[in-house]
C-alpha cells in the first residue's frame, strides 16, 4: 500500500519562477526515500507539496490510497522544514513537545511517555524547561524533530534534519530515525548531501536544477553513477570515489561497507575508541555549535 501518490505536480513561485514541472512520486508504506538534488532544486518545494503545506498549481496527491485533502492526515503525517523556529513556538521545550499530541487529545500519561523518551533519545532531557530561542541552531532543530515525533506519525517528511548538529547528536538522530523505520514508520528525506543518503534512505528521487526529476532508483545506483550526478551538480560519496579509483570490483556507499570490504585483507583493526559520533555514542544536551558533521557509519543496503 502507497503512503503517499503525487502525479503531475507543478508549482510556481510568487515571482514566476518555476519550482517543480510535472513530478511524479510514490511513497510506499514503510519505505525510505531521499529527495536528493543540489540547492535550488525544488527539494524543500516538493517536500512542502508532499506533507500538504504547499498547494500545487497543477498535479494530484492520495494519501494511503485515498484522494483526501492533507488536512484530514495531518495526524498520521508529520512534516519537518529546514526552520525549527516554525514548530518551537511555546515557552518551554517541553511545552512544545507537548503541544501535538494535545491537539490529539492523548491522555496525560501518554503525552508524557513519549516527551521522556524522546527527551531522552535525542539529548534533550536538561533543555526541557528551556525556552527554545536560548537554544542552539543544532538544539532547536533536535527539538523540533522531537516535537514532530510526539504525535507518533505513520509519515515522516525531513528537510536536512540533521544540518547543524555535531557528530555524537547527528548519530542519536540517524539512530531513532532507523528505529522508527524498523518499526514501520515511512520516512522521507530532503538533502543535497550524497554523504547522508545511504544512511536515511533506500530508495532515492534525483532532481536537477530545473524543477524536475533526473533519476529514480535505488541508493545504491544512484549513488554510484558519476556522470547522473555531476549532471545535477552534485558528487558520488568520498568512499565510493576512493575505491572506484582503486579499481574496486564492489564499490562501497558507507565506511562500515568499507570496513567489510577491507576485513578480509587484514587492512582493518578494532579502533581502541570509536563511540565518538558512532550510532552507538550516546545523544547529550550540550551545545552542537551549529557545525554539521559526517554522519554515523551505519549501512543501509546489502551489497549487490
Known sequence: MTAIEAAGLRYEYPDGTVGLDDVDVTVDRGERVALLGPNGAGKSTLLGVLGGLLDPDAGTRRYFGAAVPP?????????????????????????????????LDLPPAVVDDRVARLADRLGLKGLLDRPPFCLSGGQQRR???????????????????VSNVDAANRAAVLRLLAEWHDDGVTTVVSTPDTELVPHVADRVYLLDGDGTVAAVGPTREVLTDRDLLASCDLAV????????????????LTVDEAVDALDPAGLTADSPDATAGSPDAPADDRDDGDTAAGPPDATTDGWD
Open 71 to 103: 488536512e484530514e492526515v495531518r495526524d498520521r503525517v508529520s512534516v519537518l522544514t529546514q526552520d525549527p523556529s516554525e514548530y518551537l513556538f511555546n515557552p518551554t521545550v517541553r511545552e512544545d513537545m507537548e503541544y501535538g499530541p494535545a491537539q
Open 237 to 252: 560519496p568520498q568512499v565510493v570515489e576512493l575505491f572506484d579509483r582503486a579499481g574496486a570490483d564492489r564499490v562501497p
Open 143 to 161: 527539538a523540533a524533530l522531537a516535537s514532530a515525533l510526539t504525535v507518533d506519525p505513520d509519515v515522516l517528511l525531513l528537510d536536512e534534519p
